[in-house]
């Protein structure tokens, strides 16, 4: 800030962030000592708590509206934090509670013995003690946020007596950095827990997971359309992250001091993770950037303890004690684990002996708290689009691509802002030799030097969790002009289908980006499908398989590969295509190839036929005939507010078109059956959908997966069900005068 004027005195502030420092300051010493006394002491004393909490309830209002969505009016920053927290406590102070258990390594307090090797993967690098020196460090606009969060979540408990915490009973500021950067899955959650547990317990080698080939893709589509692409002249921007449902709620906060910000909030945390301001919107999608390394430790023991290789010398092995509070039959017990970490980072699995050496793996990735909550919040404040790049450039975001849009008319795709500098002599998505020092992280690749698209000729960018090159079509970056590590991703049937609504369009409005958002067709199936009816028709009139395949392979010729509830072919597909993939697999990783395009080229014709009867089988023994409606399987429920929701086929639920984004579905629906269910039921995928237009006023329209609230007894647990089944998505009241005729609720905390 600059120039601000406080009793008369001007105080000129350059700011940099980075640094937290301030470089000039002009001022009456006197004065501006008296002012800071007055700002910090009441009476000659600071603040009780429960006089903070007094104060910032009394500068708070919240309005609900007729969704039941939170609007947060506060005077400072501070208070619209406290005001929000709050809010989000009253709407499911379980999901807040359990993403800190989880995020502070303290599940088993809550879980027992299950939870014990989840903390224990938190805790390598999670500290308690560490996150209090980062506390202590933090910028004092920061140190305030935290403040005012934690003493929003307390006075929730204090109001709230019957409210009965798992494990947490109180919250202090420093925790909020344990969670500080937003995403559904954390760089530390890619540590494979089996592999960990063996390594620490001795039980022995443990193959590493194979991935299910038909987990839901979680991740998210984002797509920003500049104004000469718009039929208003106005940038506009989908936000629609793919995650488990129920993960985030839908708010506004906003304040005097000019924050004014709209969308999806992780619960539990203080900042809106995706979402817009009345000047700029920001969509994060999970990116395959490589960021996070292992490398292979040569380990010598000598007596009783460990040392590491590195170049020419014999460096001790770090050692650490992590002692957990485990929830016990009767009481709680502790539980200590003695861990172990090199320069490059803990150490989480054995690694392949080489001529009779120990290995050890250790893992690298990036851990900044501080940075990471300060761009978080920072994006939320940001008016221009060299604001927002400046706060990207803290360079705190490890794990997603962000898609931009702004009134000024700019859209950009901003790529993963933490990658280390590397050696390219390395193969870096495999475990690298960590005895070589060339092997070092050679710091972080700079701003300039990571993909970065603004305004590109095309008029739109886009991502689907795929690889960045055809981000932005023909204008895209190319994969030449940048390191190998830089990312990892492939091509996917969402992105082809994202570029197909995408090229080649001038005439979008929010309305047809909505619809685009929801467009039916199921690219996957261009290449499989063509490959089965060739095996069919090769049939010998002989086999008695050529018959019972007539119907179900005239169904889909007939197919235009769109989803719909009414639709018979979708379900034969997707049956097929769910029995086939977990056939092949296996062959299709080991082959180098994709799933689609190894059944097109190389799938036997007994693999398309076998696996082709099999699924006509499953969907007669599950529903009587394979003549079933999409729609008959594909179903929303939700009867619980438990996090892990059960389902059932005799409750009531609803139809819902879309698919599973595997098959290239942009609108997402990840659906199983579950234990004595026939019905599929989803439970992750589309989780929060918004369609917004940067003109004069900001406009924009929203749904959330099932409701904002989590109590099953308000009427707003479900009450955008219908809507969200129909991709029909409502008016969000952004402005005060929008919000006049459609509040609920007006309180304070």
Not at 97 to 121: C, F, H, I, P
Not at 663 to 680: E, N
Request: proline residues 5%; glycine residues 8%; aromatic residues 12%.
């Amino acid at each position: 800030m600059r120039s601000k004027t406080w009793f008369s005195i001007e105080i000129d502030l350059e700011y940099n962030p980075m640094k937290f420092n301030c470089r000039r300051l002009t001022c009456i010493l006197s004065l501006l000592l008296i002012f800071i006394a007055a700002a910090a002491v009441r009476g000659g004393r600071h603040q009780t708590e429960k006089e903070r909490w007094a104060e910032h309830s009394r500068n708070v209002t919240i309005i609900r509206d007729d969704w039941g969505i939170a609007h947060i009016d506060g005077k400072t920053d501070a208070d619209a934090v406290f005001g929000m927290i709050y809010a989000q406590a009253e709407d499911d102070f379980n999901r807040i509670e359990t993403n800190y258990l989880n995020s502070l390594g303290r599940l088993s307090e809550a879980e027992g013995e299950s939870a014990v090797w989840t903390d224990v993967r938190q805790r390598l690098f999670i500290d308690s003690s560490a996150l209090l020196a980062d506390y202590s460090r933090s910028p004092e606009w920061l140190k305030k946020l935290m403040t005012a969060w934690a003493d929003g979540l307390n006075y929730y408990l204090s109001k709230h007596p019957s409210v009965r915490p798992r494990a947490i009973g109180r919250f202090e500021p420093w925790m909020a950095l344990s969670f500080s950067e937003g995403s559904i899955g954390g760089d530390i959650e890619s540590i494979d827990t089996n592999l960990l547990k063996a390594f620490y317990t001795g039980s022995g080698p443990v193959a590493a997971a194979v991935p299910d080939p038909l987990a839901e893709p979680t991740g998210s589509n984002g797509i920003a359309i500049a104004p000469s692409n718009t039929t208003g002249n106005n940038a506009l921007l989908l936000i629609n992250p793919h995650t488990s449902f129920y993960f985030r709620s839908e708010l506004q906060m906003k304040s005097d001091e000019g924050l004014n910000a709209y969308g999806a909030v992780t619960w539990g945390q203080f900042f809106v993770y995706q979402g817009f301001n009345e000047r700029l919107g920001w969509m994060h999608t999970s990116s395959a950037a490589d960021a996070i390394d292992q490398f292979s430790e040569t380990i010598i023991k000598k007596d009783d303890r460990y040392f590491y290789k590195y170049g020419n010398e014999e460096r001790p092995v770090i050692v650490k004690n992590i002692t957990l509070k485990v929830k016990a039959a009767e009481g709680f017990k502790d539980r200590t684990i003695t861990t172990f970490r090199t320069h490059h980072g803990p150490v989480i699995a054995s690694g392949p002996a080489n001529k009779g050496q120990i290995r050890w793996l250790a893992v690298g990735l990036m851990h900044r708290p501080v940075e990471a909550l300060m761009q978080s919040y920072g994006r939320t404040k940001a008016k221009t689009y060299d604001e927002f790049k400046k706060v990207m450039e803290l360079q705190a975001n490890s794990s997603n691509a962000t898609l931009y849009a702004d009134a000024d008319g700019n859209i950009a795709y901003f790529h993963t802002n933490f990658l280390p500098r590397r050696d390219p002599k390395f193969v870096w998505t495999k475990p690298v030799d960590g005895s070589d020092p060339a092997s070092d992280w050679k710091g972080i690749l700079s701003f300039a030097d990571l993909p970065h698209l603004k305004n590109p000729s095309t008029g739109w960018v886009y991502n689907s969790n795929d690889w960045p090159w055809a981000a932005a079509g023909k204008a895209s970056l190319k994969r030449s002009d940048f390191p190998a590590y830089v990312d990892s991703g492939v091509e996917s049937a969402r992105g082809r289908h994202a570029v197909m609504m995408l090229e080649n369009k001038k005439d979008f409005t929010l309305e047809s980006l909505q619809a685009a958002a929801y467009d039916s067709y199921l690219p996957w199936f261009e290449r499989p499908i063509p490959a089965l009816l060739r095996a069919v028709d090769s049939l010998p009139a002989s086999d008695v398989r050529k018959e019972k395949l007539e119907g179900p392979a005239a169904a889909l010729r007939g197919w235009d590969r769109r989803w719909a509830v009414d639709s018979i072919p979708t379900a034969v597909a997707i049956f097929w295509a769910d029995e086939i993939t977990r056939r092949i697999a296996g062959d299709a990783r080991r082959s180098g190839m994709g799933i689609e395009a190894y059944i097109g080229e190389r799938a036997s014709t007994e693999t398309l036929i076998s696996s082709f009867v099999s699924s006509i089988d499953r969907l007669a023994a599950d529903f009587g005939s394979w003549k079933t409606k999409w729609g008959e399987i594909n179903r929303f429920q939700r009867i619980s507010p438990e996090i892990v929701h059960p389902h059932s086929d005799d409750a009531p639920s609803i139809p819902v078109g879309f698919t599973s984004g595997n098959w290239g579905s942009l609108a997402s629906f990840g659906a199983r059956p579950f234990r004595g269910s026939k019905r599929w039921y989803g439970t992750g995928g589309n989780s929060f959908v918004a369609v917004v237009e940067f003109g004069k006023r900001v406009r924009a329209k929203a749904v959330t997966a099932g409701g904002e609230s989590g109590d099953l007894k308000s009427k707003h647990f479900n009450d955008q069900a219908g809507r969200y089944a129909a991709g029909n998505l409502r008016e969000v009241y952004f402005y005060p005068d929008q919000l006049k005729d459609h509040s609920e609720l007006v309180y304070r905390p």
